[in-house]
């Protein structure tokens, strides 16, 4: 059985490139949420150590997910699309709308919630970064949009 001529030009893609959006997508969504709700918010004396180093894991266990699931594309020799490079600049994004409404006084946000949010645009930086390093150095691709027989 041959698979049609239209088929082997659109490669398929897989769920780790969906995941990496999903990812980004929800964290600044989430960081969002939480900068513009509950930016106040303080972790009490007794456990405030607790919730930095909570924040530490979760920033590991993203960038962990996000290089997996760019590995696994690039690996593939599947491109990683335009989509997943600008989704993972969003949280970023999202950090800098929230820290200047911060330094213009529109929101308060707590010590706790400073680190985050500073912790959430390194991260995103990063990601983004790695996201390109992986597209341009592993794929040897540049930005595509719309495919080799578009």
Sequence with gaps: MTMPAHAAAHPVRRLEAFASIGLAVLLAVAG???????????????????????????????????????????????SIGFGDTI??????????????????????????????????ICTSALESLITLWVRFTVNRKTIDFGGAGN
């Design 32 to 78: 969002g949420i939480f900068f513009f709700r509950w930016g106040y918010w303080e972790p009490g004396e007794g456990n405030s150590k607790i919730w930095y180093y909570l924040l530490a894991w979760i920033v590991l266990g993203y960038l962990a997910a996000q290089l997996i699931a760019l590995l696994s594309t690039a690996i593939d020799s599947r």
């Design 87 to 120: 989704c993972s600049i969003m949280p970023a994004i999202v950090g800098a709308i929230v820290g200047v409404e911060a330094v213009q006084g529109i929101i308060k946000l707590s010590t706790f919630s400073q680190n985050a949010l500073l912790l959430m």
